[in-house]
């Protein structure tokens, strides 16, 4: 069991569970378990997920699943997760199997992300073809239907303003604010308090109160159905998409044009994964998908108001559009190439792995890195491992192969 990667031995006709210490993260609430029947700690899915591999296993067959969905209570809610793993029968001296050895890593992580960088690489794509708004809210709201498990409720709003003023200066992007125009949306009932078609902004009608909390932070704010009864009693009888669980939270995300001087041009409200927690992978979804939306509304409205802005905000826009869409690609390239990478070398226990992001901040190192390196501090990042642990004739060395690395994109 000296294996660095979450691994359970389930023991004898009872499945007995004997686990290593890596094992325990991925439990969640099942912790502790030790010495308890599998069929007892995951009774509610066994059955479904596990019984048919360990039928498999009594016969001497290894049985190897990749990504394989697992819909199960952990960390206090049904969570949608992941995993690569492996069965593998345990035979005794007659070729019969006494246990199963089960080691496994989870992917929950590259796959939602995997899912939600197709849906921005759709945004990237289809929302620029829109040639006026009303087509605009429309391709919206059709990508984000698609993915109904990231997005199982949603509200898109567009910002009416006062563009009374005569002047030269005053359009619809600097007017001063009216109502806002549902303009598409997303599991939403006929008449539900949800999604009013016209929303006083000044009014605490729907999500009004928190529409302007978001216009005042220019930024996606998050409402929890637990903390605020009044925003949980607005979605009773939505009729939620993805697994049709009710959301936990919400985000509401203010479209900020591409200048910060103007006003606020619409908001999305999304409905939150409610089997997924809600991280930093989730939270950049919601702020790309934001700004690519943002990116191509400022376009259109500008092209509908002034012909001579029209040229210059356009080219900005396209720029900013095909930058996003670039890292978006390279976002995904980099996400299937990491799984691969990691399921290839995580198999060998003896080799140290480790993945750095570009500011030089560890996200992972297993078990052999630390043996390897022994770093007296845990939380060391590069800059500081180079000197403390790296002998000085190497580090030269090594920082040139991170540079041509960083410089070529090319393995080192």
């Not at 378990?33 to 069929?39: D, E, H, K, L, P």
């Not at 869409?325 to 140290?352: H, N």
């Not at 990042?381 to 192969?401: F, H, M, N, P, R």
Request: proline content about 5%.
């Amino acid at each position: 069991m000296q294996d660095p990667r979450p691994a359970v031995l389930f023991h004898g006709p009872e499945l007995t569970i004997i686990h290593n210490e890596s094992y325990i993260e991925l439990l969640g609430g099942f912790h502790p378990c030790m010495g308890i029947s599998a069929r007892v700690v995951f009774a509610a899915i066994w059955p479904q997920y596990f019984e048919p591999i360990i039928e498999r296993n009594l016969i001497g067959e290894t049985v190897e699943q990749t990504d394989y969905t697992i819909q199960m209570m952990r960390n206090g809610f049904m969570e949608e997760a992941y995993f690569s793993l492996k069965f593998i029968p345990i035979l005794d001296s007659e070729g019969s199997t006494v246990g199963h050895y089960e080691p496994l890593t989870e992917t929950s992580r590259e796959v939602v992300s995997r899912r939600q960088a197709q849906t921005l690489l759709h945004l990237s794509e289809e929302i620029p073809r829109a040639r006026n708004v009303e087509s605009y809210w429309t391709l919206a709201t059709k990508v984000f239907a698609r993915n109904g498990k990231d997005v199982p409720f949603a509200l898109l709003y567009s910002v009416e303003y006062d563009a009374s003023d005569s002047s030269s200066s005053a359009t619809r992007m600097s007017g001063e604010h009216q109502e806002c125009t549902l303009r598409g949306s997303i599991a939403l009932p006929k008449d539900s308090p949800a999604g009013p078609m016209h929303l006083d902004l000044k009014g605490n009608e729907g999500f009004a109160p928190y529409l302007r909390q978001a216009m005042a932070a220019r930024e996606p704010i998050i409402v929890s159905f637990d903390q605020d009864l009044a925003a949980a009693a607005l979605v009773r009888d939505v009729k939620w998409q993805g697994y049709g669980d009710p959301c936990r939270a919400v985000a509401v995300c203010p479209l900020n044009p591409t200048s910060s001087k103007d006003n606020i041009l619409g908001f999305i409200v999304i409905g939150l994964n409610p089997r997924r927690p809600f991280n930093d992978d989730y939270h950049q979804f919601i702020l790309i998908a934001s700004r690519l939306l943002s990116t191509s509304l400022t376009s259109i409205l500008l092209h509908e108001e002034d012909i001579g802005r029209r040229e210059r905000t356009i080219a900005n826009a396209e720029a900013m559009k095909l930058e996003l869409k670039a890292q978006v690609r390279e976002a995904q390239k980099e996400a299937e190439r990491s799984a691969l990478k990691f399921q290839r070398f995580a198999e060998r226990a003896d080799i140290g792995i480790f993945i750095l992001d570009m500011d030089g901040k560890y996200s992972y190192r297993n078990d052999a890195w630390f043996n390897i390196l022994a770093p007296e501090d845990r939380d060391i990042d590069l800059g500081g491992a180079w000197d403390t642990l790296i002998d000085d004739e190497y580090v030269s060395v090594g920082q040139a192969k991170f540079a041509a690395m960083i410089d070529t994109k090319q393995h080192q």
